[in-house]
């Protein structure tokens, strides 16, 4: 008992480091390339810089998208684009 005794804070730092931090970080990952891959040709869409934009053309081959921006067309590529900007923008307006 005392030999693990000795271990079990070191134990409990690791689960709750893992349940506090490094699961959330994995859950998050997943859903941003599941979010990347589920992007399709219309869909409104705001990249973590801010610009704003409709998706014009997705390349498979290079992970890449074109945005129509009121400047014009611009590539990015699709890990640049912002999950929780664009679910918000999509999102239909709260009632008043």
Same mark, same amino acid.
């Given at each position: 008992?005392?030999?693990?005794?000795?271990?079990?804070?070191?134990?409990?730092?690791?689960?709750?480091?893992?349940?506090?931090?490094?699961?959330?970080?994995?859950?998050?990952?997943?859903?941003?390339?599941?979010?990347?891959?589920?992007?399709? *040709?219309? +869909? %409104?869409?705001?990249?973590?810089?801010? #610009?704003?934009? !409709?998706?014009?053309?997705?390349?498979? /081959?290079?992970?890449?998208?074109?945005?129509?921006?009121?400047?014009?067309?611009? *590539?990015? +590529? %699709?890990?640049?684009?912002?999950?929780? #900007?664009?679910? !918000?923008?999509?999102?239909?307006?709260? /009632?008043?």
């Amino acid at each position: 008992m005392g030999d693990i005794g000795q271990f079990l804070p070191m134990i409990l730092i690791f689960v709750v480091a893992y349940f506090f931090m490094i699961r959330p970080q994995m859950k998050r990952q997943k859903d941003e390339k599941r979010f990347a891959s589920e992007l399709k *040709k219309g +869909d %409104r869409v705001i990249t973590k810089s801010g #610009l704003h934009g !409709k998706i014009m053309e997705l390349n498979d /081959k290079d992970f890449s998208c074109i945005l129509e921006t009121m400047a014009g067309k611009l *590539k990015f +590529d %699709r890990s640049a684009i912002s999950m929780e #900007l664009s679910k !918000k923008l999509n999102a239909p307006a709260a /009632k008043k």
